[in-house]
């Protein structure tokens, strides 16, 4: 598929903000660059400058972030029609990414200069509802994820975690490591190690190498909705 291709079809799953009659659609097709990335690939590093904004047309990215001790916590995932909140904020505040964000499969991706972005904000109403509805959103997510670090038990999270996996892939088993699972949650891999024994011993899932089977859902959905 071509480039103008891509780029009109992505235009059509937006909204209907009379795209045409602001001049929308013309200025996008002109300044819009059409690029694909490899899986797993640091798209932006912590302290990046951030020359453009990205509009995934397929695949997807997980932005995560480092702490102090080394390990690794998954603030959001960025999926077909999406963009990055944290990149539209660098974007239009010219300030560096705060976090990373990696290609977890082949990308697609629409890219406008970051100078063009800040433009459109302020000339097309479009586009400044873009971004403070992108910003709510994500707003949103990011706050979920603090209210969890906060408030919710480990084992909690490791079951709402597993059952939110079992739900995407429609299936009883898994294939995902402890590490993942740590990365993903902001934990060590000896913790939620233990945490999986402990839910395993309990008879709610089975574990194996790289693999968990699920063996009692209701259980583990209601360890997932306690605080």
């Known amino acids: 598929m071509d480039s103008c291709k891509v780029k009109k079809n992505f235009l059509e799953s937006l909204p209907p903000f009379e795209l045409s009659k602001e001049g929308i659609e013309e200025d996008f097709l002109k300044n819009s660059i059409y690029q694909i990335i490899p899986?797993?690939?640091?798209?932006?590093?912590?302290?990046?400058?951030?020359?453009?904004?990205?509009?995934?047309?397929?695949?997807?990215?997980r932005v995560y972030k480092f702490g102090e001790t080394g390990r690794e916590i998954t603030l959001y995932r960025?999926?077909?029609?999406?963009?990055?909140?944290?990149?539209?904020?660098?974007?239009?505040?010219?300030?560096?990414?705060?976090?990373?964000?990696?290609?977890?499969?082949?990308?697609?991706?629409?890219?406008?200069?970051?100078?063009?972005?800040?433009?459109?904000?302020?000339?097309?109403?479009?586009?400044?509802?873009?971004?403070?509805?992108?910003?709510?959103?994500?707003?949103?997510?990011?706050?979920?994820?603090?209210?969890?670090?906060?408030?919710?038990?480990?084992?909690?999270?490791?079951?709402?975690?597993?059952i939110?996996?079992?739900?995407?892939?429609?299936?009883?088993?898994?294939?995902?490591t402890h590490q993942t699972i740590a990365s993903e949650l902001g934990s060590s891999r000896e913790v939620v190690s233990r945490l999986l024994k402990d839910i395993e011993h309990d008879g709610l899932i089975t574990l194996s190498r790289n693999k968990i089977l699920l063996l009692n859902k209701p259980k583990l959905l209601n360890l997932a909705k306690q605080y």
Request: net charge negative.
């Open 39 to 61: 899986k797993e690939e640091i798209i932006t590093n912590e302290g990046d400058t951030c020359n453009y904004l990205a509009f995934i047309v397929e695949g997807s990215v």
């Open 164 to 176: 939110s996996n079992f739900t995407k892939s429609n299936n009883s088993e898994i294939n995902i």
């Open 78 to 162: 960025i999926s077909e029609g999406e963009s990055c909140i944290l990149t539209a904020s660098c974007v239009m505040s010219n300030k560096t990414f705060p976090a990373i964000a990696l290609s977890e499969t082949e990308l697609k991706v629409l890219l406008i200069p970051s100078d063009v972005f800040r433009e459109w904000v302020k000339k097309h109403t479009f586009w400044a509802s873009y971004f403070y509805n992108l910003l709510s959103d994500r707003l949103t997510d990011v706050i979920t994820i603090i209210e969890e670090v906060a408030f919710k038990k480990m084992d909690v999270r490791i079951a709402d975690f597993l």
